[in-house]
Structure formats: C-alpha cells, structure tokens
C-alpha cells in the first residue's frame, strides 16, 4: 500500500452506492440510478490514484457481500474492510488471478472479544422481540461471530433502554 494522504473511510449503503430496498443485500444492479454514478465513480476511483486517497468501506453488511458492490462498482480496491457494522475489520489480502481472501485484524477481535456471549445477546433479543409483531431476529446470513442484529421498527427510548438493561 502506497502512502496515504487521506484515508477515506466511508459507509457504502446509501453513501457510495444507491440506497437498497430492505431486505436486499445490495441496490447497485438493480437501481437506475447505477447507471447515473458510473462516471462518478470512475472520477472517485481517478481522484484516489492521483491524491493518494486509501478508500476503506464501511457497512453494516458481511465483507464479502461489500467487496462485490466494490467489484460491481468498479471502485478503488481497500486494503481494509469493516463489515457488520464495525464488529469485522478484514484487511484485504489480494493475489495475483484478481481475487482476494481476508485477514481478520486480530487486536480488534481480541477487543471485542472480552465479555461478548452471542448466546446471551440472541436469547435477549429472541425474548425482547417475540411481543413485538413484525420484528424478528435477521437471518443467519446477516449474522456474524461478534454481531447480532434484528429488525425492530419504531422502538421508544423505554423500550430501548429495556433491552439495553437486558445485555447487561
């Protein structure tokens, strides 16, 4: 990796790529707006390379479902990724046929690691969500080894703090 003046660390839904219906992975094939912003991503992908500009992405998405939109958009290749909404960051080991493989940054899974119970988190959320109708646990696809996550609409700040007092 070159030196870097600038890192640009950046969410990817929404931010780099077109907004996606709920539910979906990525909107970059199926958005007409995708059309729109593939020269402004060949302009973003110039300006890294002649400004020293790293791009990492960022997401509440897995790595590997980020590194396909990078594909699909043709945008600058990262060394790093952060995925699962900050719980993975992967640095980006690249070979020589084009593709990649990730290396997990073990001081940050060292560091998240300490007290995390996935079991407790599933179980607290599973309890808190059950009353709630059209809420539910994100499929096991969504998961990953250090986040847990749910779709849980219009919640108020008791409720809240209900399940904040839950993981504790």
């Known amino acids: 990796m070159a030196h870097a003046t600038v890192l640009h660390v950046t969410d990817m839904d ?12 990525s909107a970059v094939t199926d958005n ?5 912003d593939e020269g402004a991503f060949a ?23 980020v590194m ?18 900050g719980t993975e960051i992967m640095e980006v080991v690249y070979n020589e046929n084009g593709g990649f493989s990730f290396k997990p940054l073990s ?17 607290c959320l599973a309890e808190f969500l059950i009353c709630r109708e059209g809420d539910s646990l994100q499929p096991e696809n969504r998961q990953s ?14 409720e809240l703090r209900k ?6």
């Open 14 to 25: 929404s931010t780099m790529v077109p907004p996606s219906e709920e539910g979906k992975e």
């Open 32 to 36: 007409p707006l995708f059309s729109e």
């Open 43 to 65: 302009s973003y992908k110039q300006m890294c390379s002649q400004h020293n500009v790293v791009f990492v992405p960022s997401s509440g998405r897995t790595p590997v479902s």
């Open 68 to 85: 396909e939109t990078v594909r699909l958009c043709n945008l600058p290749r990262p060394p790093f990724v952060i995925g699962g909404v």
């Open 107 to 123: 001081s940050w899974e060292a560091h998240i690691n300490q007290n995390w119970n996935p079991e407790v988190v599933a179980q």
């Open 145 to 158: 080894r250090f986040k847990k996550s749910a779709w849980a609409h219009k919640l108020s700040d008791a």
């Open 163 to 168: 399940l904040e007092n839950s993981l504790k």
